[in-house]
């Protein structure tokens, strides 16, 4: 049997989006820019795109911005909005279990003179709410929360961040990085008081190399990069119109049957977590405070340590069984280093060591996770005094 559990890292395509992409590909394959027929049949795509995914937020089309991903989404928010709104101040807030991309790119503003203030969570990897409060200041104009943490699952109480942020200062942009939160969850940026917000496509069952950018129409905003002038210059270059209506397609799909959808993944993460604590030594993390794993955690995401066994261990040992998992984010995989979040969260050095993220989604069965239940109860014991003996 093959078990795919490393859907945060990336999914597979819809066959439907795969056929619509084929279409745009091989037919409809027009620079949506040409003023001829092909150019604008592109076009019309990626208006309807444009649709999908504004209807899904309840926002004007105009708002919606297409890049090459969620990096490039973060990016654009992080340093267009810094750099377009520095003469406010340059305070910038966000948390210490942000991925790879927001983390990165606040560095990079700092060496650019930008103060940033990292709110550091609870163990079960949520910020609070006070934290955030006393953290603002005069001089802050930007705050980035993300809305479901890649490694262990755990959702920031992004509606209230975002009422709590607009009643201090109305003028400090929020932005939200929803790369594992969109097509799980309802979001509303108008309703959210958010003012960004960054998708990926090839985490929603949509293709890789493609993502969106919601900007709120009053948001101050710079490009990042020069061009043409596609997308009224905020986001230069030709389109690619294929993976547009293949996101937006996905999108489509999932929202279709968001609550059923959802309510299947928070069974199966259930059934895996109460499997996974019959195991001697496994600590499940991201839980919330009073043990329990659905609402106010992803439906998706189980990241669970392992006492006594290495994390690149027990990945083999399952990949040999043909069950694929992720020992962190798979965006930093080849670079192995300890999780920024479990630090964050106070995990000790032997969680750091011995985590394994599952992660599931609408196509993912009870019986898979039973026989990656057995495995793990047949090679948990054989790995550990292995290593005793090592």
Same mark, same amino acid.
């Given at each position: 049997?093959?078990?795919?559990?490393?859907?945060?890292?990336?999914?597979?395509?819809?066959?439907?989006?795969?056929?619509?992409?084929?279409?745009?590909?091989?037919?409809?394959?027009?620079?949506?820019?040409?003023?001829?027929?092909?150019?604008?049949?592109?076009?019309?795509?990626?208006?309807?795109?444009?649709?999908?995914?504004?209807?899904?937020?309840?926002?004007?089309?105009?708002?919606?911005?297409?890049?090459?991903?969620?990096?490039?989404?973060? /990016?654009?928010?992080?340093?267009?909005?810094?750099? !377009?709104? &520095?003469?406010? =101040? %340059?305070?910038? +807030?966000?948390?210490?279990?942000?991925?790879?991309?927001?983390?990165?790119?606040?560095?990079?503003?700092?060496?650019?003179?930008?103060?940033?203030?990292?709110?550091?969570?609870?163990?079960?990897?949520?910020?609070?709410?006070?934290?955030?409060?006393?953290?603002?200041?005069?001089?802050?104009?930007?705050?980035?929360?993300?809305?479901?943490?890649?490694?262990?699952?755990?959702?920031?109480?992004?509606?209230?961040?975002?009422?709590?942020?607009?009643?201090? /200062?109305?003028?400090?942009?929020?932005?939200?990085? !929803?790369? &594992?939160?969109? =097509? %799980?969850?309802? +979001?509303?940026?108008?309703?959210?008081?958010?003012?960004?917000?960054?998708?990926?496509?090839?985490?929603?069952?949509?293709?890789?190399?493609?993502?969106?950018?919601?900007?709120?129409?009053?948001?101050?905003?710079?490009?990042?990069?020069?061009?043409?002038?596609?997308?009224?210059?905020?986001?230069?270059?030709?389109?690619?119109?294929?993976?547009?209506?293949?996101?937006?397609?996905?999108?489509?799909?999932?929202?279709?049957?968001?609550?059923?959808?959802?309510?299947?993944?928070?069974?199966?993460?259930?059934?895996?977590?109460?499997?996974?604590? %019959?195991?001697?030594?496994?600590?499940?993390?991201?839980?919330?405070?009073?043990?329990?794993?659905?609402?106010?955690?992803?439906?998706?995401?189980?990241?669970?340590?392992?006492?006594?066994?290495?994390?690149?261990?027990?990945?083999?040992?399952?990949?040999?069984?043909?069950?694929?998992?992720?020992?962190?984010?798979?965006?930093?995989?080849?670079?192995?280093?300890?999780?920024?979040?479990?630090?964050?969260?106070?995990?000790?050095?032997?969680?750091?060591?011995?985590?394994?993220?599952?992660?599931?989604?609408?196509?993912?069965?009870?019986?898979?996770?039973?026989?990656?239940?057995?495995?793990?109860?047949?090679?948990?014991?054989?790995?550990?005094?292995?290593?005793?003996?090592?």
């Amino acid at each position: 049997m093959e078990v795919y559990l490393d859907n945060s890292a990336t999914t597979c395509v819809f066959d439907e989006v795969a056929e619509l992409m084929k279409v745009l590909m091989c037919e409809d394959y027009g620079n949506p820019s040409s003023l001829h027929r092909k150019g604008m049949k592109a076009e019309t795509h990626v208006r309807y795109a444009k649709e999908v995914l504004a209807g899904i937020l309840k926002v004007n089309e105009k708002e919606i911005f297409f890049t090459s991903g969620g990096t490039e989404s973060d /990016n654009l928010a992080l340093i267009g909005c810094a750099l !377009a709104n &520095q003469r406010r =101040g %340059k305070h910038l +807030i966000t948390t210490q279990v942000e991925h790879p991309a927001i983390l990165q790119t606040m560095k990079y503003l700092e060496s650019l003179g930008f103060i940033v203030s990292y709110l550091p969570v609870d163990k079960s990897g949520r910020i609070r709410l006070e934290d955030l409060e006393s953290t603002i200041t005069p001089e802050t104009i930007l705050v980035s929360i993300m809305h479901t943490n890649n490694e262990v699952g755990s959702q920031q109480p992004i509606a209230e961040a975002g009422a709590l942020i607009k009643r201090k /200062n109305p003028n400090i942009l929020f932005h939200v990085d !929803a790369v &594992q939160g969109f =097509g %799980k969850a309802k +979001i509303l940026p108008k309703k959210m008081n958010i003012d960004l917000l960054s998708v990926s496509g090839h985490k929603i069952h949509g293709p890789k190399g493609i993502g969106f950018l919601y900007v709120g129409e009053k948001v101050k905003i710079n490009p990042i990069n020069y061009g043409g002038g596609q997308q009224t210059g905020l986001r230069s270059g030709t389109e690619n119109v294929p993976g547009i209506a293949g996101m937006a397609k996905a999108a489509q799909m999932l929202y279709g049957k968001l609550d059923e959808d959802v309510a299947h993944l928070y069974k199966c993460k259930e059934h895996f977590v109460e499997g996974l604590k %019959k195991l001697e030594g496994v600590t499940v993390n991201g839980l919330l405070p009073d043990g329990s794993c659905t609402e106010g955690t992803a439906p998706h995401v189980v990241s669970a340590s392992f006492a006594g066994v290495r994390s690149e261990v027990l990945l083999h040992t399952l990949e040999d069984a043909g069950i694929y998992v992720s020992a962190g984010s798979a965006c930093s995989a080849h670079k192995p280093q300890p999780s920024a979040t479990l630090k964050a969260m106070g995990a000790d050095k032997a969680i750091l060591e011995s985590t394994i993220r599952f992660s599931f989604s609408v196509f993912t069965t009870m019986e898979e996770l039973d026989y990656t239940l057995k495995i793990l109860y047949d090679k948990i014991p054989m790995l550990r005094k292995y290593t005793r003996k090592a």
